[in-house]
T-cell receptor
Framework: GDSVTQMEGPVTLSEEAFLTINCTYT??????LFWYVQYPGEGLQLLLK?????DKGSNKGFEATYRKETTSFHLEKGSVQVSDSAVYFC?????????????FGTGTKLQVIP | GAGVSQSPSNKVTEKGKDVELRCDPI?????LYWYRQSLGQGLEFLIY????????KSGLPSDRFSAERTGGSVSTLTIQRTQQEDSAVYLC??????????????FGPGTRLLVL
């Protein structure tokens, strides 16, 4: 079946540091890939997505590129802020038996300190 | 509606009692998902609805868990004879169901369940 593996947290960075959160996947079909974010005390919300190979999703300074050859969708940001502290979830959406199925990773907690 | 809503926001119950959790998806979203998020854990898929039917119930942890959806809209997740290990945040999400599989899921705020 499909699966998503993302790096263990927590990740602690100083403000303005470079961020990478690794995400790799296995899928039976040709999935769409997503990053969701959960800020403290809030619900999950979409951060960015990419629907085909070599697409780059971007939002709020975050980027991730759909790499089919390495089955990866690593999240990056050049300069993190304290307000980026949250839990980040990598996910894939694949068609399974004629309908869409979404598989989430376990989440990576990011803590940015001033 | 403007977004996915869930009720109650918090529920404290005694072990052995039944609970019902409600999800009201975004109007027009035919796909609806239930997930469970335990403390320090990721998202655990429970069940998926397309319209009123549930093609995938593979994530339900036991036969104490059931869910239904009526009118292609509101869904209810029922946990019978609750156990302490059922304590978690139960999340509902909805999305448009198109053929592309690219749909974004929109999440509700969750119901925080505590079984004493």
């Amino acid at each position: 079946g499909d699966s998503v593996t993302q790096m263990e947290g927590p990740v602690t960075l100083s403000e303005e540091a470079f961020l990478t959160i690794n995400c790799t996947y296995t899928a039976t079909g040709y999935p769409s890939l997503f990053w969701y974010v959960q800020y403290p005390g809030e619900g999950l919300q979409l951060l960015l997505k990419a629907t085909k190979a070599d697409d780059k999703g971007s939002n709020k300074g975050f980027e991730a590129t759909y790499r089919k050859e390495t089955t990866s969708f690593h999240l990056e940001k050049g300069s993190v802020q304290v307000s980026d502290s949250a839990v980040y979830f990598c996910a894939l959406s694949d068609r399974d038996g004629g309908y869409q199925k979404v598989t989430f990773g376990t989440g990576t907690k990011l803590q940015v300190i001033p | 509606g403007a977004g996915v809503s869930q009720s109650p926001s918090n529920k404290v119950t005694e072990k052995g009692k039944d609970v019902e959790l409600r999800c009201d998806p975004i109007s027009g979203h035919t796909a609806l998902y239930w997930y469970r998020q335990s403390l320090g854990q990721g998202l655990e898929f429970l069940i998926y609805f397309q319209g009123n039917s549930a093609p995938d119930k593979s994530g339900l942890p036991s036969d104490r868990f059931s869910a239904e959806r009526t009118g292609g809209s509101v869904s209810t997740l029922t946990i019978q004879r609750t156990q302490q290990e059922d304590s978690a945040v139960y999340l509902c999400a909805s999305s448009l169901a198109t053929s592309g599989g690219q749909e974004t899921q929109y999440f509700g705020p969750g119901t925080r369940l505590l079984v004493l």
